[in-house]
C-alpha cells in the first residue's frame, strides 16, 4: 500500500503510522439500489482502503471518495481554541481521479 497523495511516493511499512480509512464510494441514492428478488431493496456502494503516510497526514485529510477519485483537503489547525481571526481563505481540496487510483492499485498489488 502507498500514501494516497499523488505527490508523495511512501510504501507503507507500518500502516499505524499515518491515516487509514475505509472510504465508501459516494454515489446517487438511485444508482446505490440493488433489487432483491422479492426482498426488500438493498442500498450497496464500493467501499476501498486508503492510507496517507504520517507527513502527509499532518497537513491534509481524505474528504470523500467520488466517481471523479478521492478528495483531499487541507488540514487546517482548529481554529476554535485560538483567540482572534478565523482563516479566512477556504481549505484546498483536489481530487484524485480513478485512473489515478487504478494505477496506484496496480502498482502496490
Same mark, same amino acid.
Given at each position: 500500500m502507498q500514501c494516497a497523495n499523488p505527490r508523495c511516493c511512501k510504501? +507503507?511499512?507500518? #500502516?499505524q503510522t499515518g491515516t487509514l480509512r475505509m472510504m465508501e464510494l459516494e454515489l446517487p441514492p438511485e444508482e446505490r439500489v440493488t433489487q432483491a428478488d422479492g426482498g426488500f431493496p438493498v442500498l450497496a456502494a464500493r467501499t476501498q482502503f486508503f492510507w496517507l503516510c504520517a507527513e502527509c497526514s499532518r497537513t491534509m =485529510?481524505? =474528504?470523500r471518495w467520488t466517481s471523479i477519485g478521492l478528495v483531499l483537503e487541507a488540514n487546517l489547525p482548529d481554529a476554535s481554541h485560538k483567540p482572534g481571526k478565523q482563516p479566512?481563505? =477556504?481549505p484546498t481540496a483536489? +481530487? #484524485? +481521479?480513478d485512473s489515478d487510483l487504478q +494505477?496506484?492499485?496496480d502498482r502496490v498489488a
Open positions: 510504501a +507503507a511499512q507500518d #500502516i =485529510k481524505m =474528504k479566512s481563505r =477556504k483536489y +481530487a #484524485i +481521479a +494505477a496506484w492499485a
